[in-house]
């Protein structure tokens, strides 16, 4: 029992930073219809920011976090103005956005290596987190849960139902809802596709912004990261269903279940490559995802 509690609590809480970015990825990808690499650039910026500003600052870490998360959505403008629009107004296609969009992560990453150096960074003094000690003798249990393991699944919670309620309840959600649907259509009925796609990028980015900063304060952030997770956002988004946006919630949660359980029972060198395994398995036999439909086989054809 003691096991499983631990393996369930740790696959929640790395798999609630993978629902953020393949949230993230999903809603930018339905809309825009890129593949969108530098999607972990705005991690990395969150990262970066709240180790910069809580270590050599001294900043108090919940404004250092706050500030990084609005960095990394102020991101997503820069990401929209200075890349994605210029190519969209070239007539650049799926290919060439995405090389563009690959392009620049390794430019940011190339970038950070040089004024950072391949250390990590740790937002936070060393040493282990604060835990919380769960003890039942009826249950045989006895428990030592890190509290930022519990705030983050709280916290991801949170914004997945905020996320949800905002595309389903507000104008600009079913705005966005218009253009992913039918982009042609909705413009034809005065959508303005340009502010839409610059919500959809601040929106995007401030979600892996969060996952950022969470990451970041329990284990440090390295340069390198950046086109590990963006791959991995991808793979929550294809494994949950193209298309489908509790799909990249659900896609992300059991990356982290596969990663999870595969570091316990056969080591941390298979936690990558047990989660690339469940993304194969899943192309191979459910290429519409877990919660996709073959409603979206145009969407699947496009990635």
């Not at 430019?107 to 150096?117: C, D, M, P, Q």
């Not at 839409?196 to 892996?208: K, N, R």
């Not at 791959?231 to 596969?258: C, D, E, K, N, R």
């Amino acid at each position: 029992m003691e096991t499983f509690i631990q393996i369930s609590i740790n696959a929640l809480a790395l798999g609630s930073i993978y629902a953020l970015l393949s949230l993230g990825f999903a809603v930018i990808y339905n809309t825009v219809r890129i593949f969108h690499v530098l999607h972990g650039a705005a991690f990395l910026i969150a990262g970066y920011a709240t180790w910069w500003l809580a270590q050599e600052q001294g900043w108090p870490i919940y404004l250092a976090a706050s500030t990084a998360v609005i960095l990394a959505g102020a991101s997503g403008v820069f990401m929209e103005l200075a890349i994605y629009r210029r190519l969209r107004v070239r007539g650049a296609g799926f290919l060439v956005s995405f090389l563009g969009s690959l392009a620049a992560l390794f430019f940011f990453e190339g970038l950070l290596l040089t004024l950072a150096r391949t250390a990590t960074r740790l937002p936070r003094a060393g040493g282990p987190l604060p835990t919380l000690h769960l003890q039942s003798d009826a249950l045989g249990i006895d428990l030592f849960i890190k509290w930022h393991s519990v705030y983050t699944i709280v916290l991801v919670a949170i914004l997945v139902v905020v996320v949800t309620l905002f595309f389903r309840y507000t104008k600009w959600g079913r705005m966005i809802r218009a253009i992913a649907s039918n982009p042609d259509l909705a413009v034809a009925v005065g959508i303005n596709a340009s502010s839409v796609y610059l919500l959809v990028f601040v929106l995007g980015s401030t979600l892996a912004g969060v996952g950022g900063v969470m990451q970041t304060y329990e284990g440090g952030v390295i340069p390198n990261v950046g086109i590990r997770l963006a791959i991995t956002a991808a793979g929550g988004v294809i494994i949950g269903g193209i298309g489908s946006m509790p799909g990249a919630v659900v896609g992300g949660l059991a990356l982290g279940a596969a990663q999870t359980i595969a570091s316990y029972y056969w080591g941390g060198n298979w936690a990558i490559p047990a989660g690339f395994m469940l993304l194969l398995l899943v192309i191979l036999f459910r290429p519409y995802g877990l919660l996709g439909t073959r409603e979206h086989r145009e969407l699947r054809r496009l990635l």
